[in-house]
């Protein structure tokens, strides 16, 4: 499909966001788009800027993992924010991200895409994107955060050991989709709910997240926190700055800052 190649000449003509995408650096394979909007950060590059490649060879993930990057078949994409936030409140772009993501999938392909907090998207039950954000700050302020988002869109096929735990809309949906649609669909709805966060109006977006996750309430997990630590319990929804609230067996609530859940019923 060379039609659907993400050419910034295919974009452009569909793009409905004002800010995210106005800028676009289109590559062939790259090792981490999330690299290269660094990179660009730092040369004073300004928000909104998109990072694109079709293949990269060394994709990255949470907590040290690395992203399977198939060439043409998902959407490998970094955008850079220059927020108003504090450092401690620059998590809940990945929250916002997650939830355009969700909505952007619902709207491009009809496919249900759960939120399993933090901002892991699953179609029955399997993960179908992933969300990486990046930040550099000095003292109390932001310089910039790189939201990175990987979708798999038009993979057939994954290695075994990832096929128990990923899967793509293709695979769901049983039909390919247009990448350059899905992506534009995105970059807009991210662009509001940014718009939303800039506002002051947090609360509406946690609220959009919890409307998406069947993991906000009443799921019993355990939650991994690194370093051999774990949390067991039932989720009792977010905090005001967007942790996962988790009540534990003596009726005591904890809040997960930065967790991955591993166990859920
Ligand atoms: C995760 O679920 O662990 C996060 C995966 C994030 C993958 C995307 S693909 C585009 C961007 N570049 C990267 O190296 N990672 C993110």
Excluded at 24 to 30: G, M, P, Q, R, S
Excluded at 236 to 258: F, R
Aim: net charge neutral; hydrophobic share 40%.
């Amino acid at each position: 499909m060379a039609q659907d190649l993400l050419l910034p000449e295919f974009i452009y003509p569909r793009l409905k966001s004002h800010r995210l995408g106005k800028t676009i650096h289109h590559l062939l394979e790259t090792g981490s788009t999330n690299d290269g909007a660094r990179q660009l950060a730092e040369q004073g590059a300004p928000e909104g800027t998109l990072v694109l490649a079709e293949e990269q060879t060394r994709g990255r993930g949470r907590l040290g993992r690395s992203w399977l990057s198939e060439r043409g078949a998902g959407i490998y994409a970094s955008i850079l924010f220059r927020p108003v936030l504090k450092p401690r409140d620059a998590a809940v772009l990945t929250l916002v991200a997650a939830v355009a993501g969700s909505e952007a999938i619902e709207h491009a392909s009809r496919l249900n895409a759960d939120i399993k907090w933090p901002n892991d998207l699953l179609l029955s039950g399997r993960k179908c994107c992933g969300i990486l954000s990046e930040m550099q700050a000095e003292r109390d302020d932001i310089r910039y955060v790189v939201v990175g988002i990987g979708i798999n869109v038009n993979h057939s096929l994954f290695p075994e050991e990832l096929g128990q735990r990923a899967t793509s809309l293709r695979i769901e949906g049983k039909q390919t989709y247009s990448r350059v649609a899905l992506l534009c669909e995105f970059l807009l709805r991210f662009e509001l709910l940014y718009d939303d966060l800039q506002r002051g109006n947090l609360a509406t977006v946690l609220q959009r997240w919890v409307d998406r996750s069947t993991f906000a309430f009443g799921k019993q997990v355990t939650v991994d926190l690194g370093s051999g630590r774990k949390l067991e319990g039932q989720t009792a929804g977010l905090s005001e700055v967007g942790n996962l609230k988790v009540k534990l067996a003596d009726g005591h609530v904890e809040e997960v800052v930065s967790g991955d859940i591993v166990v859920w019923r």
